[in-house]
């Protein structure tokens, strides 16, 4: 029910940088994050933010990256500075929903990718 589209993706040149947003069709009222899936490769952690504002971050991206949300336009984001040839991939973005019910359930939503390309 809740859809997710990432936008931003595009091809920079090494040392440079992107902005990727994703936004939600519904309440993401839990995590959001950022996953990426290089050819060949499996789908790896990028980040991720809780809905109270704590991140965790890959180590290969760990003080190049930041993710942010807005939770008011169920929007994630992800500033990807100083980029490098090893981080082009499809970007996924995915959206975790607690519905608290009887029993409390949760669901993860995911977008269609976009792609980040960083030439050499």
């Known amino acids: 029910q809740v859809h997710l589209v990432e936008s931003g993706g595009g091809l920079v040149q090494a040392g440079g940088s992107l902005r990727l947003s994703c936004a939600a069709s519904g309440s993401i009222n839990d995590m959001m994050g950022w996953y990426r899936q290089a050819p060949g490769k499996q789908r790896e952690l990028v980040a991720t933010i809780t809905s109270g504002g704590s991140t965790n971050y890959a180590d290969s991206v760990k003080g190049r990256f930041t993710i942010s949300r807005d939770n008011a336009k169920n929007t994630v984001y992800l500033q990807m500075n100083n980029l490098k040839p090893e981080d082009t991939a499809v970007y996924y973005c995915?959206?975790?929903?607690?519905?608290?019910?009887?029993?409390?359930?949760?669901?993860?939503?995911w977008g269609q990718g976009t792609q980040v390309t960083v030439s050499s």
């Open positions: 995915n959206g975790r929903v607690l519905v608290r019910s009887a029993p409390i359930r949760v669901f993860d939503y």
